[in-house]
């Protein structure tokens, strides 16, 4: 099986989460190390959504407690996974435009 770029940046996006909230247990939300980790997950969600539209799109998880989140859906599975992690909406108003929202919720 040949494993493609999609499937390599979604593994890296679930590695970077793993690490931000192991960073998050360790020290403070607001170490450095916390944020740069937390900023690059984010950057990597942008990529994949851009790069990767309509294989990836964003939907608002209907579970979120607290802070409204989308994930990252994926049309197929890369390994057992069927996201790329959560994004906040805050976070998505931040990173991308309104019509790149539009386009990525529809």
Same mark, same amino acid.
């Given at each position: 099986m040949q494993i493609c770029a999609l499937d390599i940046l979604v593994r890296e996006i679930v *590695? #970077?989460?793993?690490?931000?909230?192991? *960073?998050?247990? @360790?020290f403070e939300?607001?170490?450095? @190390?916390?944020?740069?980790? /937390?900023?690059l997950k984010g950057r990597l969600q942008v990529r994949l959504l851009r790069y990767y539209f309509p294989d #990836?799109?964003?939907e608002l998880d209907p579970e979120a407690s607290g802070e409204p989140l989308y994930s990252l /859906? @994926?049309?197929?599975? #890369?390994g057992n996974l069927k996201d790329a *992690?959560?994004?906040p909406v805050r976070k998505a108003k931040e990173f991308l435009s309104q019509e790149e929202i539009k386009k990525f919720t529809s």
């Open positions: *590695a #970077v989460n793993h690490a931000w909230k192991q *960073a998050q247990d @360790l939300d607001g170490s450095p @190390l916390t944020i740069s980790l /937390r900023e #990836v799109f964003l /859906r @994926l049309n197929r599975s #890369v *992690a959560h994004l």
